[in-house]
Nanobody, 123 residues
Framework: QVQLEESGGGSVQGGGSLRLSCVASGYTSRKYCMGWFRQAPGKEREGVATIIRDGSAYYVDSVKGRFTISQDNAKSTVYLQMNSLKPEDTAMYYC?????????????????WGQGTQVTVSS
């Protein structure tokens, strides 16, 4: 059984930084592509970043240049470094894993999800 556990969320002022971590267990990390999603109250879950098997990373436009996704296969951990945070980045952040191919923003492609970690950015 694959399990994903996020950590690193918290409260920060605008312009600050946080690094989220997602530790995976129960699978071979190279089999999956990993993604970070977020969901603000009253809004749909949206993709933030993804990293695929060859290490290539893709981002939603609103976080390009501010967020960086990376992975450490030896530790089965995926990171999301978030810099220059804005109040609109406030949301619950989720880690997810997929084997399917297609538009990485499609939540239906993801086989496994973590429980989420809250990020709150104040102005």
């Amino acid at each position: 059984q694959v399990q994903l556990e996020e950590s690193g969320g918290g409260s920060v002022q605008g312009g600050g930084s946080l690094r989220l971590s997602c530790v995976a267990s129960g699978y071979t990390s190279r089999k999956y592509c990993m993604g970070w999603f977020r969901q603000a109250p009253g809004k749909e879950r949206e993709g933030v970043a993804t990293i695929i098997r060859d290490g290539s990373a893709y981002y939603v436009d609103s976080v390009k240049g501010r967020f960086t996704i990376s992975q450490d296969n030896a530790k089965s951990t995926v990171y999301l470094q978030m810099n220059s945070l804005k109040p609109e980045d406030t949301a619950m952040y989720y880690c997810a894993a997929r084997t399917g191919v297609g538009n990485w923003l499609n939540t239906l492609l993801y086989n496994y999800w973590g429980q989420g970690t809250q990020v709150t950015v104040s102005s």
